[in-house]
Each structure stands twice: as structure tokens, then as C-alpha cells.
């Protein structure tokens, strides 16, 4: 048989799919290094927006363009309608409804909760969330985070939420995916705690024995 006819084996061999998209996501203590950096922005707005991006895990385009009539503080919610698929409720943790309440109460008829300049005749679709990177960049910066891209904060919000405990099904409706194809993604997070839960029930069935 000739050279020419032998197939390499490894050929045959698929080779693993390499996942979309960048997971990069802020541990707690990175988390707390931004906040305290966005709360001393010249921009007073920057800390409740990106604190609300990584309490909820909404897209930087859905908060930047965020109306008052579509938060609901009483049941910790807020509505979206304008997302890139189904309109969808999103539950709001209690520190981002008591920032929330204090922007309600600076912000008199303003129609936006984090544009104090958009004018009521300004539809959200033409609220750019570029309008918080100049500051979030320079937040960033001071953090020593200049990995840290805006939209890296939505995947922070839900790598923390199934760390946390939260099940595939409920962080795939609260990111406003219909399937479940996006969330998979984050599971090799769970590894640590697949170890575990396993070692709970590392002496089931083994009979003890007295050591001497």
C-alpha cells in the first residue's frame, strides 16, 4: 500500500468546537474595586448604571436606555420591551432598587433614569450606552481592570448567579434568551462545585471502620 493511501487516524478524530463569544467576568473583590471607582466619577450616573448591569445582567444598551414607566420598585422589577428577542421582567436585587429610589427622587418628570439630558421627546433606541464608556473607562483604569470590557458586566451578573445556585432555566429568562444554547456556555464555571456536591456523599454506602 501506498503512502498516498494511508489515512492518518487522528483524521478521523472531530475535533472540539470552540465555544463564541469571550467569558471574562469579575471576581468579588475586582467587583468591589470598580464600584468604588465609579462612585467617584466626575459622572454621578455611571455608579447606579454599571451597578445595575451587574445586578441584573441586562445589556449595556438596555440600561443606558431605560424609562422610569418601565421600573416597578414596589415588586423589584422592571420591563423590557425594546430586546433583541422577547420582551422580558427583570427582578432587581435590593441595592439597585434603593439606588434606584434616590435617582426617583433627584430626577423629578425626567423620563430616563440615567440621562438627566435626554429630553422627554428622546426615544431610547437613540440612547448609545457609549455615553457611560469615556467615564466607564476611565473608572476602569483607576481599578486596574482595562481587560474589563462594558459588556463584560452581564456576564459577570450570570456567572455569579449560577455560582450562586441559580438554575439554567430561570438565568436563561432572566438574560432574555429563549433557549438554552447561551447559557450552556457558563456550566464550566460549576466545576468546582460539581467536586462539591459529590463530597457530600463521599462516605455513602462505605462502611467505617475503627482505627486503632
Given at each position: ?9 487522528v483524521?478521523a478524530?472531530?475535533?472540539p468546537k470552540v465555544?463564541?463569544g469571550?467569558?471574562?467576568f469579575?471576581?468579588?473583590e475586582?467587583a468591589?474595586?470598580l464600584l468604588?471607582?465609579?462612585?467617584a ?5 455611571l455608579?447606579?448604571y454599571i451597578l ?8 449595556p ?8 414607566d418601565?421600573?416597578d420598585l414596589?415588586?423589584?422589577s422592571?420591563t423590557?420591551?425594546?430586546t433583541?428577542?422577547?420582551p422580558?421582567?427583570?427582578?432587581l ?5 434603593n439606588?434606584l429610589q434616590?435617582?426617583?427622587k433627584d430626577n ?17 433606541k437613540n440612547?448609545?450606552?457609549?455615553r457611560?464608556?469615556p467615564?466607564?473607562?476611565?473608572a476602569r483604569?483607576?481599578?486596574g481592570?482595562q ?9 459577570t451578573?450570570?456567572?455569579h448567579?449560577?455560582?450562586a ?9 432572566i ?5 438554552l444554547?447561551?447559557v450552556l456556555r ?10 462539591n ?5 463521599s462516605?455513602f ?6 482505627q486503632?
Amino acid at each position: 500500500m501506498g503512502k498516498s493511501q494511508i489515512e492518518n487516524p487522528v483524521n478521523a478524530i472531530e475535533r472540539p468546537k470552540v465555544p463564541k463569544g469571550r467569558i471574562i467576568f469579575l471576581k468579588e473583590e475586582e467587583a468591589i474595586r470598580l464600584l468604588k471607582e465609579c462612585r467617584a466619577s466626575k459622572n454621578k450616573m455611571l455608579y447606579p448604571y454599571i451597578l445595575t448591569l451587574l445586578h441584573t445582567a441586562m445589556r449595556p444598551s438596555e440600561a443606558a436606555g431605560l424609562r422610569w414607566d418601565q421600573v416597578d420598585l414596589k415588586n423589584r422589577s422592571l420591563t423590557l420591551f425594546v430586546t433583541k428577542n422577547e420582551p422580558r421582567t427583570v427582578p432587581l436585587t435590593q441595592p439597585v432598587v434603593n439606588v434606584l429610589q434616590e435617582l426617583r427622587k433627584d430626577n423629578g418628570d425626567n423620563e430616563f433614569v440615567f440621562l438627566k439630558d435626554a429630553g422627554k421627546s428622546t426615544q431610547a433606541k437613540n440612547i448609545p450606552s457609549s455615553r457611560f464608556r469615556p467615564s466607564f473607562d476611565k473608572a476602569r483604569e483607576r481599578a486596574g481592570l482595562q481587560q474589563i470590557h462594558m459588556h463584560d458586566l452581564r456576564h459577570t451578573a450570570a456567572s455569579h448567579m449560577l455560582m450562586a445556585g441559580t438554575d439554567l432555566r430561570t438565568l436563561a429568562a432572566i438574560l432574555g434568551h429563549s433557549t438554552l444554547q447561551m447559557v450552556l456556555r457558563y456550566t464550566h464555571l460549576l466545576d468546582d462545585h460539581k467536586l462539591n456536591a459529590v463530597d457530600r456523599i463521599s462516605t455513602f454506602g462505605i462502611e467505617q471502620t475503627n482505627q486503632p
